[in-house]
């Protein structure tokens, strides 16, 4: 059974830099989420996508931040010019479509580190 | 708005003995529940769901919650504890027009041998 895949684990970068997240959902699930998890804290909700539409994304992903899922399958969270703050856990989940009461799978996520 | 208040940000306890741990949300319209744990450096795994139904959900490692609806809790048990439970619990909501899930800020579990 293969779950939620995230590469890369770990990124440490300088501020200012530009970095790429990947996320292969479960090849099933329709669904796919991001999210931002900072220390002591719980996940954040940051975008979702339905198949390759993007469907909702919070006030919490700024203008550097961009999620795509070009073909309905993987999908990629950009954060250009990184920020101190922007040192978290991301997080990506997947389920199946229909209604909002089909649990999300999560990844192990990638930890971002900024300089 | 939703919000979701986990009471106890650390709960310590022996090993064997039993817990709770307490989650209470707010909302205004019917939401979905859910209990999520974390290990270090992982990601969340579904422990248990609440949709609707029987107010006693049953999960996975020996968890349970029950739903409270006018007491709008949501509190998880287990009446045996393991060291390998010693982890970080989220609760979590959901309302049933949206998917986006409302994590509280996470009770981490020290179970002590």
């Known amino acids: 059974d293969t779950g939620v895949s995230q590469d890369p684990r770990h990124k440490i970068t300088k501020r200012g830099q530009n970095v790429t997240f990947r996320c292969d959902p479960i090849?099933?699930?329709?669904?796919l989420y991001w999210y931002r998890q900072t220390l002591g804290q719980g996940p954040e909700f940051l975008t979702y996508f339905q198949n390759e539409a993007q469907l909702e994304k919070s006030r919490l992903l700024s203008d550097r931040f961009s999620a795509e899922r070009p073909k309905g399958s993987f999908s990629t969270l950009e954060i250009q010019r990184t920020e101190q703050g922007d040192s978290a856990m991301y997080l990506c989940?997947?389920?199946?479509?229909?209604?909002?009461?089909?649990?999300?799978?999560f990844g192990d996520g990638t930890r971002l580190s900024i300089l | 708005a939703q919000s979701v208040t986990q009471l106890d940000s650390q709960v310590p306890v022996f090993e064997e003995a039993p817990v709770e741990l307490r989650c209470n949300y707010s909302?205004?319209?019917?939401?979905?529940l859910f209990w999520y744990v974390q290990y270090p450096n992982q990601g969340l795994q579904l422990l248990l769901k609440?949709?609707?139904?029987?107010?006693l959900v049953k999960g996975i490692n020996g968890f349970e919650a029950e739903f409270n609806k006018s007491q709008t809790s949501f509190h998880l048990r287990k009446p045996s504890v393991h060291i390998s439970d010693t982890a970080e619990y989220f609760c979590a909501v959901t309302r049933q027009s949206t998917d986006k899930l409302i994590f509280g800020t996470g009770t981490r579990l020290q179970v002590f041998p």
């Open positions: 609440y949709l609707s139904g029987s107010t």
């Open positions: 909302s205004s319209v019917s939401v979905y």
């Open positions: 090849s099933e699930h329709n669904r």
């Open positions: 989940a997947s389920s199946p479509s229909g209604s909002s009461n089909q649990p999300q799978h």
